[in-house]
């Protein structure tokens, strides 16, 4: 990281990636680390399927370590994408074409069976390709690199040899995970079959650490002898990965509460071959709409591609920003929320930035803009706001909305706020395909039709031209004390309810000051008459 983002160690910052880059750098310790040999953090992704909103999160959150352990330390790293593009195809993808012609390829390394979309030389090497798109077009800095690449190159034929050294000690960690059928052919080594190209989890009949081979017999008898380099075998995957940190000497890797005990022993397994395991964190899982673990098989959850219909890059960095521990709901009802989060944390951090405040450095768009804040990376109005704007005036294009938002701000243009210009693009999908479909309005009850006919009349009153928002929003309170709503946030949610059809709302005077007096005095108009219409249809 440049010199210029350098940060006093301490006291840390008070953000998670800060405790992990501590924790990064009491793991490296006094190790000679250079630019030849950098700390090495890495991710790793399974191309058996196109990358998704769990591969987004984790090489966001490893890549905010790395920024944050750049930043206190000065020292290089570097961050390996790592696809296990050796692992067998298991099961034919339901969203893939020719998939007739992938069941016959299942067994075989996804490296070595066809693209069924007929644009890349593997399946494999498409959805890497896919992977590193998706990665570059959020921007990430890290380097890609291929299992096959590692194993048919050479670069763990020694850690490999050595696995064989140590054969006996890794089956007595792993076999006691096992069932009973398992337990007694397992091998952490998958040699790769001669003729069918199958890679087989069969029992080793003979070890040779020397030779650096594997004699093993097939199904119809025919043993053979594979060397275990060169990319004619592979490890068992909890294997594999310990292999991977011990042969690159990984630093840091996180993972999912649902690999705590492959973590474990995976780290064993490091350790018998001579290695450390990395430092890492334990992240919790996705949740979907019903408190489910989100499943890429049931597809319970939201997808990048959708996240990015409603709302911008950033709202998703801040999303995976929030406390990594915690288990969090991830559906499309968490978009404004999380979209609005960021963009208050972006008014804080560029005020913290023009100040050198270290403030800068705890907020999450420090993290989401790596390390410096552009400053037209905020917007003056929030997406909750333009979702409510986009609801009352029935919004179907841009043009609607940027009329009142010019009436508020004449200033204001797409070219002069870019993030703001994207927001009202968002909103007018979000709202046609979520808040439009579920508004309801209820009739107002007893005073609130006094208080309602009260704010209209005062708003008719009232100098909209030289009208603040806070002018308006003392006038909202005003009304509501007087005619005894009890507590104040009742009245709050009759204005919702009752004019937006909605359980929660804005900042009501910053609404009336986008919105327009005049056009909020015809709102509550609307919403009185018509229910003057339901009562005497009733």
């Given at each position: 990281m440049s010199e210029q983002y350098r940060i006093p160690s301490s006291p840390l910052p008070k953000a998670w990636p800060f405790e992990e880059a501590a924790k990064l750098a009491a793991h490296v310790g006094d190790r000679a680390v250079s630019v030849e040999r950098p700390v090495l953090l890495e991710t790793g992704y399974g191309p058996s399927g196109l990358p998704h909103i769990g591969t987004?999160?984790?090489?966001?959150?490893?890549?905010?370590?790395?920024?944050?352990?750049?930043?206190?330390?000065?020292?290089?790293?570097?961050?390996?994408?790592?696809?296990?593009?050796?692992?067998?195809?298991r099961k034919v993808p339901d969203n893939v074409p020719n998939q007739d012609m992938l069941r016959q390829y299942i067994g075989?390394?996804?490296?070595?069976?066809?693209?069924?979309?007929?644009?890349?030389?593997?399946?494999?090497?498409?959805?890497?390709?896919?992977?590193?798109?998706?990665?570059?077009?959020?921007?990430?800095?890290?380097?890609?690199?291929?299992?096959?690449?590692?194993?048919?190159?050479?670069?763990?034929?020694?850690?490999?040899?050595?696995?064989?050294?140590?054969?006996?000690?890794?089956?007595?960690?792993?076999?006691?995970?096992?069932?009973?059928?398992?337990?007694?052919?397992?091998?952490?080594?998958?040699?790769?079959?001669?003729?069918?190209?199958q890679v087989m989890q069969v029992r080793m009949d003979a070890i040779d650490p020397v030779a650096g081979t594997v004699r093993w017999t097939d199904e119809d008898g025919e043993t053979f002898e594979t060397p275990v380099t060169g990319g004619h075998a592979k490890m068992q995957?909890?294997?594999?990965?310990?292999?991977?940190?011990?042969?690159?000497?990984?630093?840091?890797?996180?993972?999912?509460?649902d690999l705590i005990d492959s973590v474990r022993l995976s780290g064993k397994i490091c350790r018998i071959l001579g290695g450390r395991a990395p430092a890492g964190l334990t992240y919790e899982l996705f949740l979907d709409e019903n408190g489910q673990k989100i499943s890429k098989s049931k597809g319970n959850g939201i997808s990048v591609e959708e996240w990015l219909r409603y709302a911008p890059p950033e709202s998703l960095g801040q999303y995976m920003f929030n406390a990594p521990q915690r288990a969090k709901r991830l559906f499309f009802d968490v978009i404004p929320k999380a979209t609005d989060e960021y963009l208050a944390n972006v008014t804080r951090a560029l005020a913290a930035q023009k100040a050198d405040d270290p403030a800068l450095w705890a907020n999450p768009a420090w993290f989401i803009h790596a390390g410096h804040i552009p400053d037209n990376a905020g917007s003056p109005i929030t997406f909750g706001m333009l979702l409510n704007l986009a609801s009352v005036a029935n919004a179907e294009t841009p043009d609607v909305l940027w009329k009142f938002i010019q009436r508020y701000d004449a200033d204001a243009t797409p070219t002069r706020d870019p993030m703001l210009a994207r927001l009202v693009d968002h909103a007018i999908v979000y709202y046609a395909d979520f808040v439009r479909p579920t508004k309801q309005y209820r009739a107002p009850e007893g005073k609130e039709r006094a208080a309602l006919?009260?704010?209209?009349?005062?708003?008719?009153?009232?100098?909209?031209?030289?009208?603040?928002?806070?002018?308006?929003?003392?006038?909202?309170?005003?009304?509501?004390?007087?005619?005894?709503?009890?507590?104040?946030?009742?009245?709050?949610?009759?204005?919702?309810?009752?004019?937006?059809?909605?359980?929660?709302?804005?900042?009501?005077?910053?609404?009336?000051?986008?919105?327009?007096?005049?056009?909020?005095?015809?709102?509550?108009?609307?919403?009185?008459?018509?229910?003057?219409?339901?009562?005497?249809?009733?």
């Open positions: 987004f999160g984790e090489v966001a959150r490893t890549s905010w370590v790395r920024q944050a352990f750049g930043a206190i330390t000065g020292k290089p790293t570097r961050l390996l994408a790592f696809s296990d593009d050796m692992d067998a195809l075989r390394p996804l490296s070595r069976v066809p693209d069924p979309f007929g644009t890349h030389e593997s399946f494999a090497a498409h959805n890497n390709a896919r992977l590193q798109a998706f990665l570059d077009s959020f921007g990430f800095d890290y380097e890609f690199a291929s299992s096959t690449a590692y194993y048919e190159g050479g670069r763990f034929d020694a850690a490999l040899k050595r696995v064989l050294e140590v054969h006996d000690e890794i089956v007595a960690v792993i076999a006691p995970t096992l069932g009973a059928e398992r337990r007694a052919t397992y091998s952490p080594v998958l040699p790769i079959h001669p003729r069918t190209g995957w909890k294997a594999d990965w310990a292999m991977r940190w011990y042969a690159l000497g990984v630093d840091y890797e996180m993972s999912g509460k006919s009260d704010l209209a009349e005062a708003l008719r009153g009232m100098d909209a031209a030289t009208a603040t928002p806070d002018d308006f929003q003392n006038l909202v309170f005003e009304i509501g004390k007087r005619h005894g709503f009890e507590p104040l946030r009742s009245w709050f949610g009759c204005l919702y309810e009752v004019l937006l059809g909605q359980k929660e709302g804005p900042r009501f005077g910053i609404f009336i000051a986008l919105y327009g007096a005049g056009e909020t005095v015809a709102l509550i108009e609307a919403a009185l008459t018509r229910s003057m219409s339901q009562a005497t249809q009733s």
